[in-house]
């Protein structure tokens, strides 16, 4: 089976631009979780979607915004972006929603000049 | 709230050598997981060891084990036999799904082990 995807792996925006992140979970896995991973932070939950519905979400402001597809593939928006959004994102698949069981992609970094 | 404190933002160990990372959490859950996730330089995050709360029975894994200290909130992870590729930063995580959903990491402990 092939393992969590995303892409781009890399990726340099502009303060006030906006990007669009995309994962691609395990076939068969429906429930697609994002994180922010920044150095001394940790990773923090962004949110979760599960068919296609946000079923969790984590305390980052209105900006972060996702959704997922009926293929459960998912995407990350982030608007109007600021130095402090620098970061390698990553999402993690799961058979459903809640799931203990995670399993993470190489993440996208994300460079905000 | 709950938490997750891991306190050796770096470590080194030789080659062959043993070492013990640390981590301590806190809750008022009676029912969670404990994980600790290995994130090599540059590769993806993979899962080392889980922990059932109610499990008294310390989990082991090959060269990983942990120390479950449940009073005292503590998940320590153990490396036996340290080798090269153990090189990584390891995140302890923290997990519940009774209420509310909640998946919590530590800022991570980076390893490197020396040959």
């Known amino acids: 089976k092939a393992g969590v995807t995303q892409t781009p792996r890399y990726l340099i925006k502009t303060r006030g631009q906006q990007v669009t992140l995309s994962c691609s979970p395990i076939s068969g896995h429906r429930s697609v979780s994002w994180y922010q991973q920044t150095p001394g932070q940790g990773l923090q939950f962004l949110f979760e979607y599960f068919s296609e519905t946000q079923r969790n979400k984590g305390n980052f402001p209105g900006r972060f915004s996702g959704r997922q597809f009926s293929n459960s593939r998912s995407e990350m928006n982030v608007s109007t972006l600021e130095l402090g959004d620098s970061a390698l994102y990553l999402c993690?698949?799961?058979?459903?929603?809640?799931?203990?069981?995670?399993?993470f992609g190489p993440g996208t970094r994300l460079t905000v000049t | 709230a709950q938490t997750v404190t891991q306190s050796q933002p770096e470590m080194s160990v030789q080659e062959a050598e043993t070492v013990t990372l640390s981590c301590t959490y806190d809750t008022s859950e009676n029912n969670y997981y404990l994980f600790w996730y290995k994130q090599p330089p540059s590769r993806q995050m993979i899962l080392v060891i889980r922990?059932?709360?109610?499990?008294?029975q310390n989990a082991t894994e090959n060269r990983f084990s942990v120390n479950f200290q449940k009073a005292a909130k503590s998940f320590s992870l153990k490396i036996s036999d340290s080798q090269l590729g153990d090189t990584a930063m390891y995140f302890c995580a923290f997990f519940t799904n009774s209420g509310t959903y909640k998946y919590i990491f530590g800022t991570g402990t980076r390893l490197k082990v020396l040959a």
């Open positions: 922990q059932e709360a109610y499990k008294q």
């Open positions: 993690a698949s799961s058979l459903a929603s809640g799931a203990r069981e995670q399993y």
